[in-house]
């Protein structure tokens, strides 16, 4: 295995990317850190900079205005990292799909490696989803998306405006 | 010459280096002014709710906010109710109490740990965020889920607490109390914690009436107000607790009056408990139709009052429907209670009135006031706090809170 | 009734400016008022009644923008809310920004979602919305199509 692939399978620098989540994902997330769950004993940690993280954890719709800011925010991450979408808000839009204020959904524009879906998921779902993601990096069968170069980012993430007008 | 420098107090979960919620304008080490900006969350509920089915837009309203995930369905319901004058069995007003007490006590847990883990105390965070689990337990016996319970439906409640589950939820409430009482000792006598919270970011009674403050932020401030005391509704009017408020609205007050709200909501659900074990009857009135007309519903949400109105003309639909959150006139008032604060005193006075979580996503921020440069973010700022309880620590050789080996 | 008292009261306050009341309940009480009789209202809910301002609700309906003025009467436990017709052509309002802080921000957002024009607000600009938000754009407003 590649080494530096090799070093997002042990002790994760999670960075934790929320864009208009209701947050409960986001307490679900803190949760696992807290003694119930204690995702520290493994070695996992929150970081509070993307530029020190292995794997990225998000959650919300992501609307217009936290749509934009992201994209800019992940082109920061050092490569390679993983994301993983915690909840069914970044993997379908859940109910605010519809919403005037909301572009197109976070798959768009980030290249996301798994999906945790749930409202919110238990924290013993989302660990699940981080030891999966683990194992698959080190089968090989998991590939991060960061390195693959498939061009499906669109550049302008805002034409979406055009149709309000 | 005093430097004029302006904080970014980035968020916890940060979208990193953006145009962050509270923008602080700082002379020396004096907040001077603050920017609030939103935005960054806003989803067009409100419209979204005009395409839902009276039923689906209690779904929807749930997750405005995942702390107060039953305050909102609860105000909607009613609201919903109102409109249609629609009944609703006794059985089920006990219930919405019950479960809307459970949800106070988990979000002023969750809230405390969060506040210690700003002012440098991380053990507060752990220990809170450990007996928050329990309630969490005991609402996905009662609900099927630890957080959007899904209970609310308009006329009742979507499903019974059992008569078999009711010991469960008695004996977590019984486990709660000496925890609670630990906090409580540990928090409230601490010198430490005093030195940090006595007298900083105060809201004057006058200020919390002027922005229309809500629940412990305005109970703080000796602003008597409560939606279960004064508008009652659920069960409230059939329950017996006490209101608890304070007088000089500085976080120490904010902080008393949660931890204390927390021993009236056990009190509360034990009564309801004593109720359901002996009121039977449905749990649902079963309204087939809302007829037009418009309602509000108002309830006690843990950050205070939220406010639904719904409009109907008679079909299946709102064609209205204005959602009002505590934190909507909470938030505004920190611009009265960081102003002359030290920077290391302002990630605590910003999160002191609870800002539903989803609105301290992206706390404050910082920039130079002369040309606008970035200067401290959110983590920065966290870190300023926990220097100055290390700074206090090492100057009165006090070390903070005990809490026992529990 | 038993709370009739306060629609006396209020009604003879507002004297002609009231236009309509209906008293739902002992728990609801709306009132139908003259747009330019606004601010004597807000003052009268808040000095004479010491309401509390709760929110404020726009509406789109056919016969033209709709503004409601929900004030709680915590020891009455009643909500008063004052209803205003406005012209869809031009809604426009005076702002009650400077004698009641607690209304500063939902006129600003029934400015950005419907178009409602608060003249004197001291610090009119978009709240929820993205600044390059397009011009005249109002969410709120009926015809208004929800992006998909």
């Not at chain 3, 056919?62 to 915590?74: F, N, Q, T």
């Amino acid at each position: 295995m590649n080494g530096t692939i090799n070093a997002l399978t042990r002790s994760l620098n999670v960075f934790h990317l929320a864009g208009s989540a209701c947050n409960n994902c986001d307490i679900e997330i803190l949760d696992a850190l807290t003694p119930a769950y204690d995702l520290e004993r493994f070695g996992i940690t929150l970081v509070g900079s993307i530029r020190h993280a292995d794997l990225l954890l998000v959650s919300g719709i992501f609307n217009r205005k936290a749509a934009i800011r992201a994209k800019e925010v992940l082109a920061q991450a050092p490569k390679p990292f993983l994301v993983v979408a915690i909840g069914g808000c970044p993997c379908t839009g859940l109910m605010f799909r519809d919403s005037y204020n909301w572009l197109r959904p976070p798959s768009d524009y980030m290249r996301i490696d798994a999906y945790v879906p749930g409202c919110p998921p238990k924290p013993e779902a989302i660990i699940s989803a981080v030891v999966k993601v683990i194992e698959g990096l080190r089968s090989g069968a998991l590939i991060p998306r960061c390195l693959q170069n498939d061009g499906t980012i669109p550049e302008d993430l805002a034409p979406g405006m055009a149709d309000n007008a | 010459m005093s430097k004029r420098t302006i904080i970014p107090i980035g968020p916890y979960h940060a979208l990193q280096e953006e145009p962050e919620f509270f923008k602080l304008h700082v002379e020396d080490e004096t907040v001077v002014h603050l920017d609030i900006e939103l935005g960054y969350n806003h989803r067009g509920i409100e419209k979204l709710s005009e395409s839902k089915t009276f039923e689906e837009t209690i779904f929807l309203v749930e997750r405005i906010c995942g702390i107060c995930s039953t305050s909102h369905p609860i105000a909607c319901v009613q609201a919903v109710e109102d409109a249609g004058c629609i009944n609703v069995p006794e059985r089920a007003l006990f219930i919405r109490s019950a479960v809307g007490e459970l949800e106070r006590i988990h979000s002023h847990l969750l809230w405390l740990g969060l506040a210690g883990h700003f002012i440098g105390f991380n053990t507060i965070w752990m220990w809170a965020w450990r007996f928050r689990e329990d309630v969490l337990n005991i609402l996905e016996l009662i609900s099927g889920n630890r957080n959007h319970y899904g209970m609310m439906k308009p006329g009742g409640v979507r499903r019974d607490i059992n008569r078999t589950d009711i010991p469960a939820v008695r004996k977590l409430l019984d486990g709660l109390q000496d925890p609670i009482k630990m906090f409580r000792d540990a928090v409230i006598q601490d010198p430490l914690i005093h030195a940090r919270t006595k007298d900083v970011g105060i809201l004057t009674r006058e200020m919390a009436i002027a922005y229309g403050a809500l629940g412990p932020t305005a109970r703080a401030s000796g602003y008597d107000i409560d939606v279960r005391r004064d508008h009652p509704h659920a069960a409230y009017a059939m329950l017996d607790f006490d209101v608890v408020t304070c007088e000089n609205g500085d976080v120490f007050d904010k902080v008393v009056v949660r931890i204390l709200e927390m021993f009236e909501s056990i009190r509360i659900i034990q009564q309801c408990l004593d109720q359901l074990e002996k009121v039977g009857g449905p749990i649902d009135s079963n309204p087939k139709f809302v007829p037009a007309g418009e309602g509000i519903g108002h309830y006690e949400a843990p950050r205070g009052e939220v406010f639904h109105y719904i409009r109907s003309d008679g079909s299946n639909r709102p064609i209205r429907h204005k959602v009002r959150a505590p934190s909507f006139m909470n938030v505004p008032t920190n611009r009265e209670t960081v102003l002359g604060a030290t920077v290391a005193d302002a990630t605590i006075i910003l999160a002191a009135v609870d800002p539903c979580y989803c609105c301290t996503e992206r706390m404050a921020v910082a920039v130079d006031s002369h040309c606008g440069e970035r200067l401290l973010d959110s983590r920065d700022l966290i870190r300023l706090s926990c220097e100055k309880t290390d700074r206090l620590m090492a100057q009165t050789g006090l070390c903070g809170p005990s809490l026992p080996n529990y | 009734m038993g709370k009739d008292h306060i629609s006396k009261a209020v009604r003879k306050q507002l004297g002609k400016s009231v236009q309509g009341f209906w008293q739902k309940s002992d728990q609801r009480i709306y009132l139908d008022i003259e747009a330019r009789a606004l601010e004597q209202a807000s003052h009268v809910m808040l000095d004479e009644f010491g309401a509390r301002f709760q929110i404020a609700t726009g509406v789109d309906t056919s016969a033209g923008i709709e503004v409601m003025y929900h004030w709680a009467l915590d020891e009455e436990g009643c909500v008063v809310t004052l209803r205003i017709l406005l012209d869809k052509t031009s809604p426009k309002l005076d702002s009650i920004a400077l004698i009641c802080p607690a209304a500063e921000w939902i006129e600003r957002e029934m400015w950005e979602l419907l178009g409602i024009h608060f003249d004197g607000h001291p610090d009119m600009r978009h709240l929820l919305l993205a600044d390059d938000w397009p011009e005249g754009n109002y969410p709120m407003r009926r015809n208004h199509e929800a992006t998909s």
